[in-house]
């Protein structure tokens, strides 16, 4: 199926660094969503983005839905251990769907203390 | 707000047995509710859609008689997984949403090991 091209795979990061990652996709989304999963847990929403240019902040984190509406990306500043997990973008592509999100195949962040 | 349950967090059945996995929203009222599988270090496989009342909308490739879905009402959905075999072994996790709201909330998962 469908997924969207995230990058990247994996970050491997001194603490206090800042991080980003982003995700594309050929298609125009109308909504983007982070997601945060820790091992053998259900991902947990960070942020969602709904228009295009949208920035958004929770936290040290912060999201921008691209103005094309073909790209997002997700920015953690002051990096700490528990930033440690899978950063997963998901969105909802322009044409109804059922809401079933397309996703990407998430980003593998290691902080080092 | 927002919290999903799933229930049982992890799970060891024999083949050719039945499993059921119950996903609730505890807070609000989940219209649409998605079931996922999730293989390690890989993204979330979509398996199927259901909106509460209706017959859920499976994904290709995914066997509907073999991982029946009940959505009875706006708080909880049921995945049954039929006849399990080992490869049926995977982390299930469940998310839900209310109408008007493209956002998604996930529980917890469920890890499905089948001996």
Redesign the interface.
């Known amino acids: ?1 469908q ?1 969207l091209n995230q990058s990247p795979q994996s970050m491997f990061i001194q603490e206090g660094e800042d991080v980003s990652m982003n995700c594309t996709s050929s298609s125009i989304f ?2 983007w ?1 982070w ?1 945060k999963q820790d091992p ?6 960070l942020i ?1 983005l ?1 228009k295009a240019g949208e920035l958004t902040s929770n936290g040290r984190l912060t999201a921008q839905f691209g103005i094309t509406r073909k790209d997002s990306f997700l920015n953690i500043s002051a990096s700490i251990p528990s930033d440690v997990g899978i950063y ?1 973008c ?1 969105g ?1 592509p322009n044409a109804g769907n ?4 397309i ?4 980003t593998s962040l290691a902080v080092n203390p | 707000g ?1 919290v ?1 349950s ?1 229930h049982p967090s992890r799970v060891i059945c024999k083949s050719g047995t039945s499993v059921k996995i119950e996903c609730r929203s505890l807070d609000f009222q989940a219209t ?1 509710m ?1 079931w996922y599988r999730q293989f390690p270090k ?3 496989m ?1 398996m199927a ?1 259901s909106n509460e009342g209706s017959k859920a ?1 499976y ?2 490739g995914v066997e509907k008689d073999k991982f029946l879905i009940n959505h009875a009402s706006l708080t909880l959905s049921t995945l049954t997984v039929t006849s399990a075999h080992p490869e049926d072994s995977s ?1 299930y ?1 469940c ?1 839900a ?1 209310s109408s008007g709201d ?8 469920t ?1 499905l090991t089948v001996t």
Do not use: C, D, M
């Open positions: 199926g997924q109308n909504t969503l997601y053998g847990e259900g991902p947990v929403l969602a709904y997963f998901a909802l059922n809401r079933k999100l996703w990407g195949l998430g | 927002a999903v799933q649409t998605f890989q993204s979330l979509l859609t909308t994904e290709q982390f996790i998310s949403g493209y956002e998604q909330y996930f529980g917890p998962g890890r």
